[in-house]
T-cell receptor
Framework: AQSVTQLDSHVSVSEGTPVLLRCNYS??????LFWYVQHPNKGLQLLLK??????LVKGINGFEAEFKKSETSFHLTKPSAHMSDAAEYFC?????????????FGRGTSLIVHP | SQTIHQWPATLVQPVGSPLSLECTVE??????LYWYRQAAGRGLQLLFY??????ISSEVPQNLSASRPQDRQFILSSKKLLLSDSGFYLC??????????FGQGTRLTVV
């Protein structure tokens, strides 16, 4: 069985400071891992994905994440936060569960950016 | 290119009324299809998924049902809505372990 734990329900940063959103996963197989962003009342947009290639993954809008198998982590980072980064972020794991691939979501982390 | 359409965008329905939300995918064949629900302040909960026409797996027992009458069509239904069915419903498709692509969602309010 697979699962995802997003360690913080809310993260608050000042504009221009680094962002760290933490994610730990559990998977029986070699998983694919993703980060999505959701702005209020909008659908989900893919930020980046890890699918067993390079462990450091670069995404859109300056975000990146590092896959660490020994720590079962896939934390999302950005060097400098912008006001437009304020949104809900979801970490997602997908592997073969019961013969089908099921994207499993974390509970989400709300990123708050202060001016 | 692949696109996913989900409608309607918003819906206000009285308790006890039926529900039908539709999702269609273009530009791909035999996709895995998913329905998720997002309640206020919570993450996404998988409701149903389908790996082929007529094949539906339910993750959470509830007042809802799903059907896949065509390869790229996925329908979420209810015969009688409950207040607790209110939420943001998202349809998605994926091919294997690649990323899931989401529709824009339906905001359902049951009154």
């Amino acid at each position: 069985a697979q699962s995802v734990t997003q360690l913080d329900s809310h993260v608050s940063v000042s504009e221009g400071t680094p962002v760290l959103l933490r994610c730990n996963y559990s998977s029986s197989y070699s998983p694919s891992l993703f980060w999505y962003v959701q702005h209020p009342n909008k659908g989900l947009q893919l930020l980046l994905k890890y699918t067993s290639a390079a462990t450091l993954v670069k995404g859109i809008n300056g975000f990146e994440a590092e896959f660490k198998k020994s720590e079962t982590s896939f934390h999302l980072t950005k060097p400098s936060a912008h006001m437009s980064d304020a949104a809900e972020y979801f970490c997602v794991v997908s592997d073969r569960t019961g013969g089908s691939y099921i994207p499993t979501f974390g509970r989400g982390t709300s990123l708050i950016v202060h001016p | 290119s692949q696109t996913i359409h989900q409608w309607p965008a918003t819906l206000v329905q009285p308790v006890g009324s039926p529900l039908s939300l539709e999702c269609t995918v273009e530009g791909t064949s035999n996709p895995n299809l998913y329905w998720y629900r997002q309640a206020a302040g919570r993450g996404l909960q998988l409701l149903f998924y389908s790996v082929g026409i007529g094949q539906i797996s339910s993750e959470v027992p509830q007042n809802l049902s799903a059907s896949r009458p065509q390869d790229r069509q996925f329908i979420l239904s209810s015969k009688k809505l409950l207040l607790s069915d209110s939420g943001f419903y998202l349809c998605a498709w994926a091919a294997g372990t690649t990323e899931a692509f989401f529709g824009q969602g339906t905001r359902l309010t049951v009154v």
